[in-house]
T-cell receptor
Framework: AQSVAQPEDQVNVAEGNPLTVKCTYSVSGNPYLFWYVQYPNRGLQFLLKYITGDNLVKGSYGFEAEFKKSQTSFHLKKPSALVSDSALYFCAVRDKTGGYNKLIFGAGTRLAVHP | DSGVTQTPKHLITATGQRVTLRCSPRSGDLSVYWYQQSLDQGLQFLIQYYNGEERAKGNILERFSAQQFPDLHSELNLSSLELGDSALYFC?????????????FGPGTRLTVT
């Protein structure tokens, strides 16, 4: 079965410092990976995806993620964190079981950026 | 704003009751997905419809059902409600059902069962 793991419940970063939110995956076949962000009392917003091609994927709000097949990882990164980046971040993998398109989400990582 | 709308935003009801949550997908999107988000279970996929047909089922209880109408809006029906059904219910839509279509989420309906 497809799955993703987000090993950290919370990540704390000082504003202006680089941030990393970790995600590892377990899939059969080629992974289709996604990052979403959820701000308080809001729905999830799509940040970026990896389907194929370049291992470094650039997304919204200055975020990027690096796909590393040998490490089965897809960590989310940003060179310089903003206080407004504080939110709940979800990694997800496409589950193609049965041939249909559904997402399996990780448990989420809460990012807190301190001024 | 994702373009996906959900109504109502909040719903408070009693155990044993039945409620209907409504979702309108982004213009042109044919796929609709329902998810449940709770503190103990995280974000769980419930069910997917594509152009009116059910396409995938996840952890959806038998007390729950959904449908997608010809105008592509979708409804999630929750019946015989229990306290444990209290959660945030999200609808998402995507253009198709292929692998590369990212999903766009609505703001959610917060259901409180008392």
């Amino acid at each position: 079965a497809q799955s993703v793991a987000q090993p950290e419940d919370q990540v704390n970063v000082a504003e202006g410092n680089p941030l990393t939110v970790k995600c590892t995956y377990s899939v059969s076949g080629n992974p289709y990976l996604f990052w979403y962000v959820q701000y308080p009392n809001r729905g999830l917003q799509f940040l970026l995806k990896y389907i194929t091609g370049d291992n470094l994927v650039k997304g919204s709000y200055g975020f990027e993620a690096e796909f590393k097949k040998s490490q089965t990882s897809f960590h989310l990164k940003k060179p310089s964190a903003l206080v407004s980046d504080s939110a709940l971040y979800f990694c997800a993998v496409r589950d193609k079981t049965g041939g249909y398109n559904k997402l399996i989400f990780g448990a989420g990582t809460r990012l807190a950026v301190h001024p | 704003d994702s373009g996906v709308t959900q109504t109502p935003k909040h719903l408070i009801t009693a155990t044993g009751q039945r409620v209907t949550l409504r979702c309108s997908p982004r213009s042109g999107d044919l796929s609709v997905y329902w998810y449940q988000q709770s503190l103990d279970q995280g974000l769980q996929f419930l069910i997917q419809y594509y152009n009116g047909e059910e396409r995938a089922k996840g952890n959806i209880l038998e007390r729950f059902s959904a449908q997608q109408f010809p105008d592509l809006h979708s409804e999630l029906n929750l019946s015989s409600l229990e306290l444990g059904d209290s959660a945030l219910y999200f609808c998402a839509s995507s253009a198709g059902q292929g692998d590369s279509y990212e999903q766009y989420f609505g703001p959610g309906t917060r259901l409180t069962v008392t």
